[in-house]
């Protein structure tokens, strides 16, 4: 079996300097090619203003109908704009390659998707992107803890079933589910999120790969509920899943060595806490 450490060490390996390079070569390429694009559509544009036949803002888009271009708009602005939308894409998918938002709960990777839409992104270079990951790859364990913790602070405690200290075999969640008219349905949101979250920590700690979010244990329940709607108890291989019309669901756990591990990164953030265990 593999130890915690070494399950993490797996999905957060540092995205090779090779490959770095070559993105880093390739982004300064493609920006040193827009950028000469954009002083020749300006000169041809001053050109055409000459002769009465107006700019590229008007000759080169569609009649009444002016989408937004930023070839269109002053050279440095421009730059700016399109420099940060290609960095963008880029730190997006380094992040994706290199497992660190598997380790992530939802709001975790909604803040990060977030941080991205900010105009001061930093810019991918070499050493940034070098310095970005050695840093997540320092904290990795501390933020797959607190995905754990998240989902932990995340139970309602209105329920005995739920104890506020550790997790137990059993814990109930309200609004999980909605009954309308149309039957009974899985409800979207961050009970969704939850749910996802806590499959892909029990993953982790078995050592196992993630699900991918398209057959991950939301999707899964969502078309169980779809497909049998005269029966209220989902099954796999990690939980049993009763709801309710009232909305609520009752998770339980099949593997309890995994919850104890769950358990022992509960006790490390909050001391005591367990000692009644």
Known sequence: MQTEAEVLTDHTDVICSTSIKRIVTGRNAVLAQIETLMQQLDDISTLTRSISGKTALDWAMK?????????MEKPEAAMKAI????????????????????????AAREQWYNSLEKEDIPVVSEANILSTFEQLHHNKQEVFERGIINVFRGLSWDY???????????????????????GCGLNWGWRRDQLADLERMLFMLDGKTIPDNRHDVTIRLMDFIRDNPHQQVFEDELFTIRYFQKGSGHITFKRMDLVEKMNDIIAKHYPGMLAAK
């Open 160 to 182: 005995k079933t739920n104890n506020p200290c550790y997790f137990g075999k059993k814990i109930i969640v309200n609004n999980l589910v909605k009954y309308d008219k149309w």
């Open 83 to 106: 420099t940060r939308n290609i960095d963008r894409g880029i730190w997006r998918d380094l992040m994706k390659r290199s497992g660190m938002l598997s380790l992530m709960d939802a």
């Open 63 to 71: 009649q009444d109908y002016r989408c937004g271009c930023w070839l």
